[in-house]
């Protein structure tokens, strides 16, 4: 026996703007006027060096703690052992760390301790110079 026929669902009506013909311009929408705001006194500028850097507060020193501002309650807590950044063996190291030297030490102001490869070849380009004879 063959299935009865069930009709589709109809689709939902969507109401879209209606739009300007090409040959007409858009319609402009309203403009909302806003009243002109007064400026700022001149005494109410902030403070300004010669550079028209603006400052507020106190200086500060960025390496002195110290001196940096900080709430009355504010309680420090110092966790870990205290670093020198300038100073490696001060920063913490895993256990498990390993150092690996990788090839032989060099010394950045000697250019003969600059590892080289073996075909290496050097080119001179325009006559040899002498460091010392600023006519040369």
């Excluded at 380009?125 to 600023?134: Q, R, T």
Aim: aromatic share 2%; net charge negative; proline share 22%.
């Amino acid at each position: 026996m063959p299935a009865p026929e069930v009709p589709a669902p109809a689709a939902p009506v969507v109401k879209t703007p209606q739009q300007a013909p090409p040959s007409e311009p858009p319609a402009a929408e309203p403009v909302i006027e806003a009243e002109p705001v007064a400026a700022a006194p001149e005494d109410a500028a902030p403070d300004r060096d010669d550079n028209g850097v603006i400052h507020i507060g106190e200086p500060m020193d960025p390496d002195d703690p110290s001196a940096w501002s900080q709430p009355e309650n504010t309680e420090v807590i110092n966790i870990g052992e205290p670093m020198d950044p300038d100073d490696p063996s001060t920063w913490p190291v895993d256990e498990n760390t390993e150092v690996i030297n990788i090839g032989e030490p060099m010394d950045p102001d000697d250019p003969s301790t600059w590892p080289q490869p073996e075909n290496t070849e050097v080119i001179n380009i325009g006559e040899p110079m002498d460091p010392d004879g600023p006519s040369t």
